[in-house]
């Protein structure tokens, strides 16, 4: 059994508020600092391939900054084997229904001859709401 340090706990209930989004690294120290509790980043990094070598993390490069980015993994947050929308402003994440995904899947296989992975795909775009505030300003 592996012991568990208070930052690998905080970094677990981080993990248990992030269902539906994609986070950085950043994220999760800075969750940490403010609950109170020095880190290195190093020791955040360290802790988070754990995750990721457990299964329960995806980690993955963001397509606009070059960045690693994390998500749960789909058969940790009951989510399988479907493609994502991920909101580039505050990081939400929607599921795209089986009848649309079946759809795009069929057009990129017959048009492109490209074959998606849907457990670690994700495209990327504004949500409704982040579109609304960016059209009020």
């Not at 296989?109 to 949500?127: A, M, N, P, Q, V």
């Amino acid at each position: 059994m592996r012991y568990k340090t208070k930052t690998f706990q905080l970094i677990e209930n981080y993990l248990k508020t992030c269902c539906d989004k994609c986070f950085r690294a950043h994220d999760v120290y800075d969750y940490i600092v403010a609950n109170e509790m020095k880190v290195n980043i190093s020791t955040v990094y360290r802790n988070l391939e754990q995750f990721v070598d457990a299964g329960q993390l995806i980690k993955y490069k963001s397509g606009n900054n070059d960045v690693w980015m994390y998500r749960l993994n789909q058969q940790f947050s009951q989510c399988h084997e479907h493609l994502h929308l991920q909101c580039k402003e505050c990081g939400k994440i929607i599921h795209i229904k089986k009848e649309s995904m079946d759809s795009i899947i069929t057009m990129l296989e017959k048009d492109y001859k490209f074959f998606l992975d849907c457990d670690i795909s994700t495209i990327g775009g504004l949500c409704k709401t982040c579109m609304m505030k960016k059209e009020l300003k």
